[in-house]
């Protein structure tokens, strides 16, 4: 028998097995961490208030929206908890960033649609049509919206995964709620705003 032709020697094999199950191991606890959301990005930034808020209805086709607060000064995150608590499945909710003159909003739906637009009077731009997104949470499940600004830069994010980026001059903001129904009428959970200051970019 050649050189050749001889089988790795049994510690070659044993390593070869040890790696095996390292990187099974490995893999194992990459794909638990990410389930458990540890690796998620966070506000990236200083608690400045939070705002705790109550259930929203809203009637058959109707549309409405409220302000909760002023945002901060210079670059800022919100976070807005809501979850869908009855009646029409077919609405939407949503973080808005703006004032009665025109507003940043992203949406979604119960039924796993999320949305991103821009309402300036009449005119609405759409940065992101309605669209399925799989890290909606459906039916009463509570999600998350999260909008970064820092200038004109925006990022949106629902359950902590990135949704949208892209740029929008917002004047003289302040953070609210959305609620709208394609359908009879629908009841909002909006369980709370929260607010992070972010550090300013060099």
Same mark, same amino acid.
């Not at 097995?17 to 458990?36: F, K, N």
């Not at 990236?44 to 809203?58: C, W």
């Not at 949305?115 to 731009?125: H, K």
């Given at each position: ?17 040890? +790696? ?8 194992? +606890? ?18 400045? /208030? ?48 703006? &004032? ?14 999320? +949305? ?36 004109? /830069?925006?990022?949106?994010?629902? &359950? ?14 302040? /953070? ?23 550090? +300013?970019?060099?």
């Amino acid at each position: 028998m050649t050189r050749e032709q001889c089988p790795p020697p049994p510690h070659i094999w044993r390593g070869l097995g040890l +790696a095996a199950v390292l990187l099974l191991l490995l893999s194992v +606890a990459t794909i638990a961490t990410i389930s458990a959301g540890i690796v998620d990005p966070g506000p990236a930034g200083s608690p400045m /208030a939070r705002h705790t808020l109550a259930p929203q209805e809203i009637g058959a086709g109707e549309q409405s929206h409220a302000w909760i607060a002023r945002v901060p000064a210079g670059a800022y995150t919100v976070r807005l908890t809501a979850a869908h608590a009855g009646g029409e499945p077919d609405s939407g909710y949503g973080l808005i960033l703006g &004032n009665d003159n025109g507003y940043f909003l992203a949406a979604l739906s119960p039924l796993g649609y999320a +949305a991103v637009w821009e309402q300036q009077g009449e005119v609405r731009e759409m940065h992101l049509p309605w669209q399925p997104w799989p890290h909606v949470e459906t039916s009463t499940t509570p999600n998350e919206i999260q909008v970064d600004v820092t200038g004109e /830069a925006v990022t949106v994010r629902i &359950n902590r995964e990135l949704l949208w980026q892209g740029r929008s001059s917002l004047t003289d903001p302040s /953070a609210g709620i959305f609620l709208q129904s394609f359908g009879q009428a629908a009841t909002v959970d909006f369980q709370a705003m929260s607010f992070y200051r972010r550090p +300013a970019t060099k």
